[in-house]
T-cell receptor, first 112, second 115 residues
């Protein structure tokens, strides 16, 4: 049982490039989430999904897109990378009873 | 709307001393409350959670937290700090019940333990 896995661990992008951050969970959780973490700011929700085929915006969705074709996978897409997207990105998953989210190890992204 | 306030972005304690990390929340519905710990360069790990059962919640690594509705607080404590407790701690609030999904996180409190 690997829990929540994220790839890559680190990435440097140039302004305007695109990339996909991968997230997979093996706990059969319906709910999945993407957060970004900036120093001193806590975690901000980017997008979330309550099941395969269903996604919705969180607090800071601009510049990002998601899809959820399977229960296990929830990739996050950056289309035109900007320096403001330099951050640490965390994927999480949970059961639908609100009793806590399980987090992946994070992806540290730098946009130059 | 929900919000979380963690008092003190940085707390230092001596090894063996009491750890007290403060969290106040606001929520329009009975909340679920959580404490997470983050070690350097790692993801967040759930320490403990309050889900409307006992108001005193025990978690991993000797931590506990008490839900006080009248004070809208959920402070995290540990009787005796250990060097391995040095990390960043996040309080989070969520709406209660099935179908809930969004958590609101505080900005975090970094705990330093002085030998």
């Amino acid at each position: 049982n690997a829990g929540v896995t994220q790839t890559p661990k680190f990435r440097i992008l140039k302004i305007g490039q695109s990339m996909t951050l991968q997230c997979t969970q093996d706990m059969n959780h319906n709910y999945m989430y993407w957060y970004r973490q900036d120093p001193g700011m806590g975690l901000k929700l980017i997008y979330y999904s309550v099941g395969a085929g269903i996604t919705d915006k969180g607090e800071v969705p601009n510049g990002y897109n998601v899809s959820r074709s399977t229960t296990e996978d929830f990739p996050l897409r950056l289309e035109l990378a900007a320096p403001s997207q330099t951050s640490v990105y965390f994927c999480a998953s949970s059961y639908s009873d609100g009793t806590g989210q399980f987090f992946g190890p994070g992806t540290r992204l730098t946009v130059l | 709307a929900q919000s979380v306030t963690q008092l003190g972005s940085h707390v230092s304690v001596s090894e063996g001393a009491l750890v007290l990390l403060r969290c106040n929340y606001s929520s329009s519905v009975p909340p679920y409350l959580f404490w997470y710990v983050q070690y350097p360069n790692q993801g967040l790990q759930l320490l403990l959670k309050y889900t409307s059962a006992a108001t005193l919640v025990k978690g991993i690594n000797g931590f506990e937290a008490e839900f006080k509705k009248s004070e809208t607080s959920f402070h995290l404590t540990k009787p005796s700090a250990h060097m391995s407790d040095a990390a960043e701690y996040f309080c989070a609030v969520g709406p209660s019940g099935a179908g809930s999904y969004q958590l609101t996180f505080g900005k975090g409190t970094k705990l330093s333990v002085i030998p």
